[in-house]
């Protein structure tokens, strides 16, 4: 009967999670657009400038490259867990939980990882609204998607 009562849970929490996930996407895709188009111009000796860095972005801090990059994978591996969510849901059995939990549990390392980054972004500072939005999802998808996972265990047959 429990197992029953956590379907529904586990329903709003994925489409919760992949609306997130989805507005993180659409940020990173946004910052690596920007970052690709206003970055380092090499001139025509082609030197490299003096402090030149391959993740250089012309906002926010020393940490923006390396957290936008990781929010974005991230975000396509949290999106791309939805689909064995969704196929788990519809059979809600334990031969399918394994390749939820699985795709869940790789989504939730990767979103704490780039969390961590996003941390480090904090301290540091100088970031303007949109790494401060992108690091407030990935601070709450770290939690929601941990309370996915916990929900998804809910199947016993």
Known sequence: MVEHQMKPVASFLLVLNFCMY???????????NKAINHGFLIG?????????????????????GFFIMFA????VAGAASVISGISHLQSWT???????VSAATIAWSLTLLAMGFGCKE????????????????????????????????????
């Open 94 to 100: 334990t031969t399918s939980l394994p390749a939820a």
């Open 22 to 32: 989805a507005i993180v996407l659409g940020i990173g895709a946004w910052s690596m």
């Open 72 to 75: 974005l994978i991230a975000g």
């Open 122 to 157: 904090i301290e540091l500072g100088m970031r303007n609204a949109r790494l401060r939005t992108m690091e407030a999802f990935l601070i709450i998808l770290s939690a929601t998607q941990l309370l996915y996972i916990a929900a998804i265990y809910g199947v016993r047959k």
């Open 44 to 64: 025509a000796d082609y030197s490299l400038p003096a402090h030149f860095s391959p993740i250089h972005f012309p906002m926010g801090n020393a940490a923006t």
